[in-house]
């Protein structure tokens, strides 16, 4: 995943996206390059079993073949030689590999023909951009080995020439048929592989390019002052946000205050009522007792008269004081 690291505004931004564009396309076509040159060189080997190290030997090969020309490549010459000679046949001659190998007469029939539709102009037009060379398989073409063990350094003379050839390291290939072997295996494993790799860099190219196009396109819909308007009514907003907190966090505490002094007043009034009805027992119950005494003094009223008649027999008199002595000890209480 792509991201914008910065301010999308800001004209580095958008030439960071452009310069990673530039260097993701770069890497594909790198790798697109070497992939293009896999699939040539699977092309190359399709249908021989010998190293050849270029199309253009190849085309001028098969079509000296095709025409009856008796030719061979210089690397399956090679190949048919001695193996502990052909690495100082290479060095020797070291065109041998980009060489078509043919005896003199048959070089000759090469040569020779005049005319648009002849040999040699036939050649030319298939020889593009690589030169083909012919080596004539005699004495005076092809140096023989002298049997010396001399290492060479890897540039070689061409003969008695001032002229030299560096060794190619694919001429390995022409050399050991195992190496050879290897290679062709490998190629499917290569071009599979930089597949994958392409893939994987045209998906980061679409990643890229879309994100350039919507910063592209956020500029044009939301300008930078539009942004910094946007910003200002955020802030706003914000500060708003924190203004009303601070008012609910206040109304929250009062609230949470009157619930308190809601309970301490319901306690109140709770004690209040259970105070009042022990208080309207006291008063029932001193009416109770007014009334109670009233009932007794009147008694003792009518007790008193009754024992001021002389003729009232001891027996109710006795009973009379006794009852008058038990009221007025009820009334002291």
């Known amino acids: 995943m792509y991201e914008i690291d910065g301010n999308v505004y800001s004209k580095s931004a958008l030439e960071s996206l452009k310069a990673h564009k530039t260097r993701v396309d770069n ?3 790198e790798l697109l390059g070497k992939y293009h040159e896999f699939q040539k060189r699977k092309l ?3 249908g021989i079993e010998y ?17 009856g020309i008796r030719c061979i490549p210089g690397s399956l010459w090679l190949k048919n030689q001695r193996e502990d000679l052909r690495e100082e046949f290479l060095h020797r001659n070291p065109l041998l590999c980009h060489s078509i190998v043919v005896e003199k007469a048959e070089f000759e029939k090469i040569i020779s023909g005049s005319g648009n539709f002849s040999l040699k102009n036939q050649i030319l037009e298939l020889v593009e951009s690589s030169p083909v060379s012919f080596i004539v398989d005699s004495e ?6 002298t049997g010396e063990d001399k290492r060479s350094s890897g540039i070689d003379r061409l003969g008695s020439m001032e002229a030299y050839v560096v060794f190619a390291n694919n001429n390995i290939f022409a050399l050991n048929s195992n190496a050879f072997e290897d290679y062709l295996n490998s190629l499917d ?17 679409e990643k890229i390019t879309r994100l350039i196009e919507r910063c592209s396109e956020f500029v044009k819909l939301y300008p930078q002052g539009y942004l910094k308007e946007m910003q200002s009514q955020l802030d706003k907003l914000d500060k708003e946000i924190y203004e009303n ?18 309970k301490e007043n319901e306690n109140t009034i709770n004690d209040i009522e259970r105070l009042i009805d022990e208080k309207n027992i006291d008063i029932a119950n001193l009416n ?8 007794i003094k009147e008694l003792e009223k009518r007790i008193k008269k009754q024992l001021k008649q002389k003729n009232l027999p001891l027996k109710e008199y006795i009973i009379m004081i006794i009852i008058l002595s038990l009221l007025a000890s009820y009334s002291l209480q």
């Not at 109770?288 to 009932?295: A, D, T």
């Open 189 to 205: 494993q290569n071009i599979l592989r930089l597949e994958d790799n392409c893939e994987g860099i045209r998906s980061d190219q």
């Open 27 to 29: 890497s594909l076509s």
């Open 140 to 145: 005076d073409g092809i140096f023989t080995p």
């Open 51 to 67: 190293y050849i190290p270029d199309m253009e030997l190849k085309k001028v090969y098969e079509f000296l073949k095709s025409n």
């Open 245 to 262: 907190e601070a008012a609910l966090k206040e109304l929250q505490e009062k609230k949470e205050l009157l619930k308190k002094t809601i």
């Open 288 to 295: 109770e007792y007014i009334e109670l005494s009233g009932k």
């Open 44 to 46: 190359l080997y399709e």
